[in-house]
């Protein structure tokens, strides 16, 4: 059994979790695992920004951080980053991205949808198998990441979640993995999370080849300038 499980299972250590929040990140890829987090037992849960102003998520709604990047508590257990096309910001922010870093000794490193790229950006996924959104998956190869077409994937510490409504499969993985299957079949049955969606198409392996042909179509400009910068940010590196 790994220690960490171990520890708070028998002694009820205080698990610490950071969730990064940026402007124009997806709402859901932070809501749907922090609906999980607060869940767990013996945890804080911190939402962590570079300043204490409320963040504008991609959709319109503003979440207010709970802390900041000077005030977040060392020595975090978990550090999650959330996804969306506020990522670009992230990449071009030496404060976001010092933060990080300087939190890569965290138990699990963790993110669901593009926040998977920040963590690759910050040298965190080198090596690693990892996931994120289907129409970006192979942008990890960019980071030597070994990408993987996957709902969730854990590579020893690190727990990637694919696209936005995997927060909640990665949030209940990653809660077995701290405590056990029984904390995380709980709280599954309490939050009623028994998808059954209306449409087979929410993945490209399912969904017509039209369909998957016009949403690639509608996201290519979007999705070349990202490509760009991501080649812009690995090339500054070298």
């Not at 922090?34 to 503003?62: A, H, I, Q």
């Not at 939050?191 to 369909?211: M, Q, R, V």
């Not at 996201?219 to 080649?231: N, V, Y």
Request: charged residues 20%; hydrophobic residues 40%; aromatic residues 8%.
């Amino acid at each position: 059994m790994d220690i960490l499980k171990f520890l708070s299972l028998n002694i009820n250590i205080m698990i610490k979790i950071g969730m990064i929040l940026f402007d124009g990140m997806t709402q859901l890829d932070l809501t749907g695992p922090l609906e999980v987090f607060t869940r767990f037992p013996d945890t804080t849960v911190y939402l962590v920004s570079k300043t204490s102003e409320p963040v504008r998520c991609d959709r319109g709604l503003r979440i207010l951080p709970d802390t900041t990047f000077a005030d977040c508590p060392a020595n975090l257990t978990v550090l999650f980053v959330p996804g969306g096309p506020g990522v670009s910001g992230v990449l071009a922010d030496e404060a976001y991205l010092t933060f990080i870093r300087s939190n890569g000794e965290a138990n699990y490193i963790t993110s669901v949808c593009t926040g998977s790229l920040i963590l690759a950006a910050c040298g965190l996924l080198t090596g690693f198998r990892a996931t994120t959104h289907w129409l970006s998956l192979n942008f990890l190869e960019r980071f030597n990441v070994v990408p993987e077409n996957a709902r969730v994937v854990i590579d020893r510490n690190r727990i990637t979640g694919a696209g936005v409504t995997s927060g909640i499969d990665f949030a209940l993985t990653l809660g077995s993995e701290l405590f056990d299957e029984s904390v995380a079949k709980e709280i599954q049955l309490m939050i009623e999370y028994n998808p059954k969606p209306p449409f087979t198409c929410g993945h490209p392996d399912l969904a017509p080849p039209s369909l998957v042909k016009k949403v690639v179509e509608q996201r290519a400009t979007a999705q070349q300038k990202r490509l760009e910068q991501i080649d812009k940010f690995v090339s500054s590196l070298s």
